[in-house]
């Protein structure tokens, strides 16, 4: 699975560099001063590494925690996400780390207690308020959990916290260290969907809609709270049957009460993301689709997407209350 | 494929597994060159390095992928073994190259330093080039990374240190690795395959754009719609039905965007 290990010097003995080494004994390793030196250049093609990616162990030393922006939470007022990794095992079309990286290496930051220190001082700043981490934005936060242990450690840190909530973002069916850990009132682990068909199409490598909510279940019944999210949404044929068959399907093995929030977010990517995408896939049809540029981003038009928003909007309320849904806007608007 | 070798008997069996035949306008470096692969012919150490790397740019049509092939000296590795650079240094150069590890084939890996005289004490178990680094830092600023590889075979170590240097050994060296030299060929001409806009649909372009006088942003626009439509999966005679019906740019244009839009949602 990993054939290239690349590592920071300064990281060389770390407990867990070692534990790398020593799960991967065939692989090539290849010291290097900063991670920087190979995930940082440009002339890098995102889409031959994909083929391949190798593994970049490193020592996060700059900003570990990032304010969300306010149109993107789940209720609370203090929100924030975390990397301790960049790029993901999935393949999905629409991601933005295609345009937003210029290497699709895995980009491990293998200091996760310097994370969750960081974590606890930002927390600590909200006397008596929650606060709301959000793991997953630059990578998937269980895919690769055989490999990171990231989940494990999070979860032993978030146990002994109060008013600091976490959300593991996911398309994984890892889901095995939840499943053998006692359920926390404050971790959500939120599942991202698009119906199966178009999955199929622009999701490669993601685990079948059906595992994912065999998944959910598991992790329902042992007492998790769970989240829903559909985003980014995407305009297809047949739209209103197939996000009613997705939402049906999830309804009908999971109980409104396992559910934490369900939240909606339109099909959105900054313009430059967007442009480096379309080059490096020029036949791939989503983006040959009806989009348009508004403001900074691109997103189909205006009056398309609220309308697929809409239908997802009254498709959901069959099955939820109003104050479990929520939408993500994006920044601009 | 672009080769780049310092010398002629490095070149030597690459020119004739390829059948490569020697350019005639090329005064500056030698080009052998066939449809399909080149070889540049640079001499020794990195100035001509980097000079032959930006020269074989100077012709548009050799936008393919770079193999460095050459003789090293190493570390630790047995002489007449091949290894695939995995880290270039130079002792005085503060950028440190990393080829991109792209290739599926079970060649040993090994880091390699660039030195501006012959190796001949082998401090560390690494590679020892002339040429390596200079090729990257040109190489790097004209084609994706991915498609810059070398590949070194070991000429001397500290069992066998360098003392004289033979043009047969050299010959022979290369000559021992050129299965695998062609393997490794053939998967960088797959990626950069892969990289290129279809043949098919740059045709079509191009003959639509003979049709008519389009101005340079209609043009772009056309060859955005021909991708467009695809990837949206309007077949080729169709595409060229409708820009044969138009009877000028803007009609053509507005009628490929007419033809496009009812497809343009994924199914």
């Not at chain 1, 065939?26 to 391949?52: M, T, V």
């Not at chain 1, 409104?256 to 379309?278: A, N, Q, Y």
Request: proline share 6%; hydrophobic share 35%; glycine share 4%.
């Amino acid at each position: 699975m990993i054939d290239t290990i690349y590592f920071e010097e300064k990281v060389a003995e770390h407990p867990r560099t070692i534990s790398f080494f020593k799960r991967f004994p065939q692989a090539d390793r290849i010291p290097c001063s900063h991670y920087k030196e190979i995930f940082n250049p440009s002339g890098q093609n995102f889409r031959l590494q994909k083929k391949k990616p190798a593994l970049i162990l490193a020592k996060n030393t700059g900003k570990l925690i990032h304010s969300v922006p306010a149109t993107y939470g789940i209720g609370g007022d203090n929100n924030y996400y975390f990397s301790h990794m960049l790029n993901c095992l999935y393949d999905c079309r629409y991601c933005f780390l295609q345009g937003m990286y210029p290497s699709a290496h895995y980009l491990l930051f293998i200091n996760y207690e310097d994370f969750f220190e960081e974590i606890k001082k930002v927390s600590a700043e909200k006397t008596n308020q929650p606060s709301w981490f959000f793991s997953g934005y630059d990578c998937d936060s269980l895919a690769l959990e055989n490999l990171t242990g990231f989940a494990n450690s999070a979860l032993s840190f978030f146990k002994n916290q109060n008013q600091t909530y976490l959300e593991l973002r996911t398309k994984s069916v890892a889901t095995q260290i939840l499943e053998k850990t006692e359920p926390l009132t404050n971790v959500v682990t939120a599942f991202s969907f698009t119906p199966q068909e178009i999955s199929d199409i622009i999701e490669k490598d993601v685990p079948t809609v059906s595992a994912r909510i065999r998944s959910m279940k598991k992790l329902a019944e042992r007492g998790w709270k769970l989240g829903i999210r559909l985003d980014p949404i995407i305009d297809c044929h047949n739209f209103k049957n197939r996000y009613q068959s997705l939402i049906s399907e999830i309804f009908s093995n999971i109980q409104e009460d396992s559910i934490h929030s369900v939240s909606l977010g339109p099909f959105r990517l900054p313009d430059p993301f967007f442009k480096r995408m379309e080059k490096l896939y020029p036949d791939e049809p989503l983006f040959a689709s009806n989009l348009e540029k508004r403001g900074r981003s691109v997103s189909y038009p205006k009056d398309i997407e609220n309308q697929r928003i809409q239908t997802c909007n009254e498709l959901l309320l069959e099955y939820i209350p109003n104050q479990k849904l929520f939408h993500c806007h994006p920044t601009e608007e | 494929m672009n080769f780049i070798v310092a010398l002629q008997a490095e070149a030597m069996p690459l020119i004739d597994r390829f059948n490569l035949v020697k350019r005639s306008d090329t005064r500056v470096f030698p080009i052998f060159e066939n449809k399909d692969h080149r070889v540049i012919i640079s001499g020794i150490g990195r100035i001509n390095a980097a000079a032959a790397t930006g020269y074989l740019y100077r012709f548009e049509e050799y936008s393919q992928g770079i193999v460095n092939i050459g003789i090293a000296g190493h570390g630790e590795l047995s002489t007449g073994t091949s290894f695939l650079a995995n880290r270039v240094l130079h002792s005085e150069e503060k950028t440190v190259y990393y080829p991109p590890p792209i290739l599926e084939h079970p060649i040993t890996t090994s880091a390699l330093q660039t030195c501006d005289t012959p190796e001949k004490l082998y401090p560390h178990p690494i590679g020892y080039d002339m040429e390596a680094h200079a090729i990257c830092s040109i190489a790097y600023r004209l084609i994706t990374r991915e498609l810059v590889q070398i590949i070194k075979i070991v000429s001397d170590n500290p069992s066998n240190p360098l003392e004289s240097f033979s043009k047969k050994t050299a010959t022979n060296l290369i000559a021992s690795q050129l299965t695998l030299i062609e393997e490794i060929v053939e998967q960088m001409d797959d990626l950069s395959n892969k990289l290129s806009p279809d043949p098919i649909i740059l045709e079509l372009i191009q003959q639509i754009r003979s049709k008519f006088h389009f101005s340079s942003t209609q043009s772009h626009q056309l060859e955005k719609l021909v991708k467009q439509a695809n990837a949206l999966g309007l077949e080729i005679t169709k595409i060229s039905s409708i820009a044969d019906s138009a009877d000028n740019a803007k009609n053509c244009i507005n009628s490929l965007r007419q033809n496009l839009e009812p497809i343009r949602r994924l199914s």
